[in-house]
C-alpha cells in the first residue's frame, strides 16, 4: 500500500506542471491585465503606471514570468507575490486558510451526518409520507442556489430582531482572545453558512446514498444473508449500507477543490473570511501569481482527495486491490 | 458693553491663557454649530464599514480606497478643509506665508505635535515624506507628476526644526490646496527609502499588512491596534493628537474606531439593521426603505446633505464621432443645445434619484462657495416643443417613415447611447432620455457597458453619445485634465490632445470657445490673485453653460445613515485626504 501512494504521489509531479502551464495560459488568455486599473485612473501618470509594470516584472516575456514562477516554486517553495498587497502568496493564503478548512470540514461532516441516514430512511420507506416529504425537501435545496438561501436566513434573522446576519462573529468577537462567550457567539453564527452551504450538499448526497442503497438491497449477498436468518438491523448495517457507501467515499475525494472554489458567492454573501472571495478577487484584478497558485491548489487537492478516495475505498472493500 | 464684546474678551483670554500654559499648541476645533456639532464627551466604539480588505498599510506604496479610509484616520497633511466652507485651513503646518510672486511657500509646523509612538514630529518628517515617497516615481501611490510644473522640479527644504519651505519655478496658485497630502514618519519608514540606503521602489514594501500594529505610527486622531484578515480593523484612540474641542476637551472622543470588512452592499445594509454598524453611506436607491424604518421608529437615522464631492453625471457626444455627418453635428453647438431641451432633469432628480439630488453646476458644484457661478439659467428647461423647432432651424426637417429626422446624407439621426448597466442611476436614465429624445424624432439606441469601463470607453472614442461622471473639486485647477481642451480626459473632444504627454494641444482643431477655456485654465493656473481667479473661472462656467461641452443632468445628494447613539455626525465621502469629521463623532 505504501509503494502504491508512493507512486501515486510521484505520478502527480508531471499533472501538476502541465496544470501549472495550463493556469498560467488560461490566466494570460484573460483579457486585460492587472495594469489596466491603473490606466483607468486618473490620478495615476502614465509614468507611475511604467514603473509599476517594471517593479511587477510584466514587462518581461510571458515564458521568462512562467519559468521564474516555476523556479520559485521548486527552488524555494515560493509561490510568487501578489501585485494587489504586495506580499508573498503563501502568507496571503496560509492566513485564510484556517476558516475555510474548518467551515468545509464542519460542512461535510454536518452534510454526511445529516444527508447518509436521510438516505437509507428514504430508500427503506420508498413509498412512506416521511420520505415523499423528504425527497420533496430534496429536491427544493437542490434547486435553490446556496446564496439565495443565505439571503433568506438574513432576511428571516433581520425580521425576527436578530443581530448575527453575516460573519462568524459578532464585531466585539472578532479579534477577542478564545473564551466560551467567544465560542458561543461563534455558534450562534455558524448555523446559517452551514444550512446555507451545506443544504446543497445534503440534498446531493442524500440522492446519492438513497440509489446506492436501493441497489444494494436487492443484491444476492443481501438475500443470502437474510435467508441465513440474520437480524434485519444487522444485514442492514453490515452489508447493505457498507457495500453502498462506496460511490459515496469517492464523491467526498473529489469534494475537497471545493474548498477553494465552491462557494464563492455565499462567503461574498455571507461575508465569510474563505478563501473563495479571495481566488475570485485575484482572477477580476488579474493578480496572476495568487490565482494561478489557488488554481494550482485546487488542482493538488483534487488529486490529494482521489488518493485518499482510494485508499479509503481499498480499506471499506475488501475487493478492491493495490496490483 | 455688549454681550458680544464680552464674548469677545473672554475668548482673547482664554486663548491667552492657552498660548501661556503650554508650548503645545493644540488645535482648537470650533465654529461648526451650523453643521449641528457641539461639545461631546469622551468615551464610546464608533464601527464603519470597508468594502475589502486593506491591501497594506502604507498609503503610498498601494492604489487601495479601502486602506484609504483607514489611512485617512491615522494620518495627517499640513492643511486641511474646512467642513463647513472647504477653505483651506491649518492642520500639521500651523501657518504658512507665500511669497508675493507666488513661488515661494513657507509652512511653519505646529509645535509640540507627537506621533502615536511618543516621538516628535518636525520638519525632518515633512521633507523626508515628499522627497522619498510623494516624489517618489516609484511610489505606487506617490504623486510625483504634481511636482513638475512645466517640466521644471519643485524643491524642498528643511529651514529648521519647524519649518520647511518649497520652491515653485513658477506661480501655482492651486498647490497650496494639494497640501493635504499624509505626513509619514521618518524615524519608521526611513529604512524602506532611498534616504536609508535602500532602492526607490522599496517603499511599496513597507507597512505590509500583516505588519505588526506598532509599526504604523501617525499623526492622526486613531492608531492601529489590530487587523484580522478580511474581517476588521481596529483602531484606538491616539492620546497624543493635536486637536481639542471648543471646551478645550482633547480629540477625538472615541476610544476605538473599528472597520469592518464587508463586501456585498446588501449584506452591510443587513448589518446596519442589525446595529453592527453604526454608520454607512447609502444610495439613492436605498434611501427609501431605510427611511421608511427610520419614520417606524428604528434607532437611526438617514441624514441627506448637498456636499461639495461628489460626482454629477453628464451626457457628451462625440465631437470625433466616427460617423462624419454625425461628427459634424455633435460639434455644432446649435445641437446640443437644442438637445438640452429634451432633457428632464427634473424628472430624472424625481425618479431616478427619489427627489434626492439638485440642479447642476458647470464644472463647479453649487455647494463650492468659493468658485460656482449661478449658471441655472442656462441650463434652460425641459420643452420639446422648443427642440423640434431648434432641430427644425438646424434643417433637419424631413422625417422617415417611422418620425425619425433625416441627416443631410438622408440617413436617419441615429446614434448609440453608451451607459454604465451596473449603477444604480445610469439604466434608468439612459431610458428617459432615450424616450424623450424619440418625441423630438432622435432615435437612441442604448449600448450598455460595464460602470468601470466608461472612462476606458471614453477615452478610446470608440462611442457616440455617453452618459458618465466625474467628480466635483474645491478647485477647478485639480480638475484640470478634464475640463481643459486638449487635457487627458477631455475625451468628447479627443482629437484636441497632444501627440505626446506634455505636449502641446492641437490648437487649430479647436472652437473658439475652447481656445478661450484653454486660455482661462491656463492664467489662472498662475494668477496668485484670488478674486482675479475666481472672475477667469467665472467666464469659464458661462462659456462651459453655453457651449456645453458636456451637458450636465444632476448633482446628487449625499445621504449618509447613523446610529442615534451618536452625536456630531458630519457627512463624510470617503477618501477626501484633509476632510476628516470623526474625531468631533462622540457615543451619547
Known amino acids: 500500500m505504501l509503494t502504491f501512494a508512493i507512486r501515486r504521489v510521484l505520478g502527480m509531479i508531471p499533472t501538476l506542471l502541465l496544470i501549472s502551464l495550463v493556469c498560467f495560459v488560461v490566466i494570460q488568455l484573460q483579457p486585460g491585465s ?81 444527508a447518509i441516514p436521510l438516505g437509507i430512511y428514504t430508500a427503506l420507506n420508498r413509498h412512506g409520507v416521511g420520505a415523499t416529504v423528504m425527497n420533496f425537501l430534496g429536491y427544493v435545496s437542490l434547486a435553490t442556489p446556496d446564496f439565495l438561501v443565505a439571503l433568506l436566513l438574513i432576511a428571516l434573522v433581520l425580521g425576527t430582531g436578530g443581530t448575527n446576519v453575516g460573519g462568524l462573529f459578532s464585531p466585539e468577537f472578532i479579534d477577542a482572545p478564545w473564551s466560551w462567550a467567544r465560542v458561543a457567539d461563534l455558534l450562534a453564527h455558524l448555523w446559517i453558512p452551514m444550512i446555507a452551504i451545506g443544504l446543497e450538499g445534503v440534498a446531493s448526497l442524500m440522492r446519492q446514498m438513497r440509489a446506492s442503497v436501493l441497489d444494494v438491497i436487492n443484491q444476492d449477498y443481501v438475500r443470502t444473508a437474510r435467508s441465513k436468518g440474520l437480524s434485519g438491523r444487522a444485514v442492514l448495517w453490515r452489508h447493505a449500507v457498507r457495500n453502498a457507501i462506496n460511490p459515496l ?23 465569510l473570511p474563505t478563501i473563495g472571495p479571495f481566488l475570485y478577487d485575484s482572477l477580476l484584478n488579474k493578480d496572476q501569481y495568487v490565482a494561478m497558485t489557488l488554481l494550482l491548489f485546487s488542482a493538488v487537492l483534487l488529486l490529494v482527495g482521489n488518493l485518499l478516495a482510494d485508499l479509503a475505498l481499498a480499506w471499506a472493500d475488501p475487493r478492491i486491490r493495490f496490483e | ?136 516615481p516609484e511610489a505606487r501611490a506617490g504623486d510625483a507628476g504634481n511636482f513638475k510644473l512645466d517640466g521644471k522640479a519643485i524643491e524642498v527644504r528643511k529651514v529648521d526644526a519647524t519649518t520647511v519651505q518649497f520652491t515653485l519655478p513658477r506661480a501655482a496658485p492651486a498647490f497650496l490646496l494639494q497640501q493635504r497630502y499624509f505626513i509619514m514618519p521618518q524615524h519608521k519608514l526611513a529604512k524602506f527609502s532611498q534616504d536609508g540606503g535602500a532602492k526607490a521602489a522599496e517603499i511599496n514594501t513597507a507597512w505590509p499588512s500583516n505588519v505588526a500594529p506598532s509599526e504604523v505610527v501617525g499623526t492622526g486622531p486613531f492608531k492601529l491596534t489590530g487587523y484580522t484578515t478580511g474581517q476588521k480593523v481596529t483602531l484606538a484612540k491616539n492620546t497624543n493628537y493635536w486637536k481639542v474641542d471648543a471646551a478645550g476637551t482633547k480629540l477625538p472622543y472615541l476610544n476605538t474606531l473599528e472597520f469592518l470588512v464587508i463586501r456585498d452592499p446588501q449584506a452591510q445594509v443587513a448589518q446596519f439593521l442589525a446595529g453592527n454598524l453604526d454608520q454607512l453611506n447609502i444610495s439613492g436607491a436605498q434611501f427609501p426603505d431605510l427611511k421608511q424604518k427610520e419614520v417606524a421608529g428604528a434607532p437611526f437615522k438617514v441624514i441627506r446633505s448637498t456636499a461639495l464631492f461628489g460626482s454629477p453625471p453628464f451626457v457628451a457626444y462625440n465631437f470625433d464621432a466616427k460617423d462624419a455627418v454625425l461628427s459634424k453635428l455633435f460639434s455644432d453647438v446649435r445641437f446640443r443645445r437644442a438637445m438640452q431641451g429634451a432633457v428632464n432633469r427634473e424628472r430624472i432628480i424625481d425618479t431616478v434619484y427619489n427627489g434626492l439630488a439638485g440642479l447642476p453646476g458647470h464644472g463647479v458644484a453649487p455647494a463650492n462657495k468659493a468658485f460656482y457661478t449661478n449658471t441655472t439659467r442656462q441650463l434652460g428647461t425641459f420643452d420639446l416643443a422648443a427642440t423640434n423647432k431648434a432641430l427644425d432651424a438646424l434643417g433637419l426637417t424631413r422625417k422617415n417613415a417611422a418620425g425619425v429626422r433625416l441627416l443631410s446624407n438622408g440617413r436617419p439621426l441615429e446614434f448609440d447611447l453608451t451607459y454604465g448597466t451596473d449603477s444604480s442611476v445610469y439604466p434608468a436614465m439612459a431610458t428617459i432620455l432615450q424616450s424623450d429624445f424619440a418625441k423630438v424624432g432622435v432615435k437612441v439606441n442604448l449600448k450598455g457597458i460595464l460602470s468601470s469601463k466608461l472612462l476606458s470607453t471614453g477615452q478610446s472614442g470608440d462611442w457616440e453619445m455617453i452618459l458618465h461622471a466625474f467628480g466635483d473639486q474645491p478647485d477647478p485647477e485639480l480638475r484640470r485634465p478634464i475640463w481643459q481642451p486638449g487635457g487627458a480626459l477631455y475625451y468628447w473632444h479627443r482629437t484636441l490632445q497632444p501627440a505626446q504627454d506634455g505636449g502641446a494641444p492641437n490648437m487649430a482643431r479647436m472652437a473658439s470657445w475652447e481656445k478661450d477655456i484653454y486660455t482661462i485654465f491656463n492664467q489662472a493656473a498662475v494668477t496668485p490673485s484670488a478674486s482675479a481667479r475666481k472672475a477667469l473661472y467665472t467666464r469659464w462656467q458661462l462659456l462651459f453653460a453655453q457651449n456645453l461641452p458636456v451637458t450636465p443632468i444632476a448633482k446628487p445628494e449625499n445621504i449618509g445613515a447613523v446610529n442615534n447613539k451618536f452625536g456630531n455626525y458630519v457627512y463624510n465621502l470617503g477618501v477626501i485626504p484633509g476632510y476628516n469629521p470623526v474625531p468631533l463623532i462622540f457615543q451619547k
Open chain 1, 34 to 114: 492587472f495594469i489596466d486599473q491603473y490606466l483607468e485612473d486618473p490620478r495615476v501618470t502614465r509614468e507611475t503606471v511604467q514603473s509599476i509594470t517594471r517593479q511587477l516584472g510584466l514587462d518581461q516575456p510571458l515564458w521568462v514570468q512562467y519559468l521564474t514562477w516555476i523556479k520559485g516554486i521548486v527552488t524555494q517553495g515560493d509561490f510568487g507575490y501578489s501585485f494587489v498587497n504586495g506580499r508573498p502568496v503563501s502568507s496571503l493564503i496560509w492566513e485564510r486558510l484556517g476558516w475555510t478548512v474548518f467551515l468545509a470540514l464542519l460542512t461535510l461532516l454536518v452534510s454526511w451526518a445529516v
Open chain 1, 249 to 271: 467515499i469517492s464523491l467526498a475525494g473529489l469534494s475537497l477543490p471545493a474548498l477553494i472554489s465552491g462557494t464563492i458567492i455565499a462567503s461574498i454573501v455571507l461575508n
Open chain 2, 1 to 136: 458693553m455688549s454681550s458680544s464684546v464680552l464674548k469677545r474678551s473672554a475668548f482673547v483670554l482664554l486663548s491667552l491663557a492657552l498660548a501661556g500654559g503650554a508650548l503645545a499648541a493644540p488645535k482648537k476645533v470650533t465654529g461648526y454649530g451650523s453643521l449641528g456639532v457641539v461639545n461631546g464627551k469622551a468615551g464610546g466604539t464608533y464601527t464603519l464599514v470597508l468594502g475589502d480588505s486593506p491591501q497594506s498599510l502604507n498609503y503610498y506604496g498601494v492604489i487601495d480606497n479601502n486602506l484609504g479610509l483607514v489611512a485617512q484616520q491615522m494620518f495627517d497633511g499640513l492643511v486641511e478643509f474646512n467642513y463647513a466652507t472647504y477653505k483651506i485651513e491649518p492642520a500639521l503646518a500651523e501657518s504658512w506665508t507665500i511669497s508675493p510672486d507666488g513661488k515661494v511657500y513657507t509652512f511653519k509646523l505646529r509645535q509640540g505635535v507627537k506621533w502615536s509612538d511618543g516621538q516628535d514630529f518636525n520638519a525632518d518628517d515633512v521633507v523626508f515624506t515628499y522627497k522619498n515617497i510623494i516624489m517618489n
